[in-house]
């Protein structure tokens, strides 16, 4: 530190805010939520795995989870298209007949009408959904990119790897290096705090909708699409907030086509469990993140814009990672 003046260490820090900025900046502007996204989950699984195995059995650990996510992932997308048009061609008479009788012009008739009516409203985020969802696309490729830049990072994390083998010691490329990695190093927590409290949201919200689906199974009432209906449960409930209203839009719209009967008791679990959630969302989201809900939409709305789903996973993260970054500096400096 006596080769650089004192006031090198908050400018570098400055430059590192900055840099770390564009970055963040770069990522909506040229497209590059998924792979971001796919780095965070990559290496937030690995840090688990670490945890256990060295670095390079939980590679491998890891290599064999992320085909076994690709095989069910696909078999889902495989399952969904089948199920999801003919639950749509089952609900769409019932809901016409049910609105006819209330009295109730819906703005759709028949299954063309229906997509034509999606289209028109909801294009975009739909488009964004078929991006995210679809292996066989320029997504699928940032996703393996995302992967191997996941491992390299997970083997060899350091950004300056000729430190200490510099004739000064505290030169200014280190310190910057030190200080990029910090600021990395809180985004990934920041990542780990959210995304670590939703996974915990989705996975028990799996796991009740599992039971409720097996209940119904075995009362001989079984709801079709049993496992699309898992998979878009735990899917959705990695968005906060509006994940669960659409994956209980699919339960309530598969379980009419079964009956009128059987779609208002899978409403009414869902009520039951959502009074449950809002327990658990206080108890995990609010005691990690602490962030007004307001807030939370706002930033889902703004990322949804800017980058579709990807951009709505990260808009939480971002906001929890600009809260982290400014209570770490003293106002009065």
Request: proline letters at 4%; charged letters at 10%.
């Amino acid at each position: 530190m006596n080769n650089l003046p004192k006031t090198s260490l908050p400018n570098l820090q400055k430059a590192s805010f900055i840099l770390i900025f564009l970055i963040l900046v770069g990522i909506f502007v040229f497209k590059l939520a998924t792979p971001f996204i796919t780095i965070l989950f990559g290496y937030l699984t690995l840090h688990y795995i670490g945890r256990f195995l060295p670095k390079g059995l939980a590679i491998l650990a890891f290599s064999i989870l992320v085909l076994t996510v690709f095989y069910l992932f696909g078999h889902f997308i495989t399952e969904a298209v089948r199920a999801l048009p003919m639950a749509a061609n089952k609900a769409i008479p019932l809901t016409i007949d049910y609105a006819n009788q209330y009295g109730v012009t819906p703005p759709f008739t028949d299954s063309e009408t229906l997509k034509a009516f999606l289209l028109k409203n909801i294009n975009s985020q739909m488009h964004s959904a078929f991006k995210f969802a679809t292996i066989f696309s320029k997504e699928f490729i940032y996703i393996i990119i995302g992967l191997v830049v996941t491992c390299g990072i997970f083997s060899c994390g350091s950004i300056d790897l000729g430190s200490g083998s510099y004739a000064i010691k505290d030169n200014l490329y280190s310190m910057f290096a030190s200080q990029l990695a910090t600021r990395f190093q809180r985004l990934f927590d920041s990542f780990h705090t959210v995304m670590g409290a939703q996974l915990i949201i989705s996975a028990v919200n799996t796991l009740f909708t599992s039971l409720f689906l097996l209940t119904l199974s075995v009362f001989d009432t079984p709801l079709p699409y049993s496992f699309v209906i898992v998979v878009v449960t735990f899917l959705c409930g990695l968005l906060p907030i509006v994940g669960n209203l659409i994956s209980n839009s699919v339960i309530f719209c598969i379980g009419l086509t079964q009956s009128v009967n059987l779609a208002l008791i899978s409403l009414s679990y869902l009520i039951v469990l959502h009074k449950f959630e809002y327990f658990l969302n206080s108890k995990i989201i609010g005691g990690r993140i602490k962030n007004p809900m307001w807030l939370t939409l706002l930033c889902l709305l703004i990322g949804e814009r800017l980058a579709g789903i990807p951009g709505m996973i990260l808009a939480p993260v971002l906001l929890n990672y600009l809260k982290l970054e400014a209570s770490q500096i003293d106002s009065a400096r």
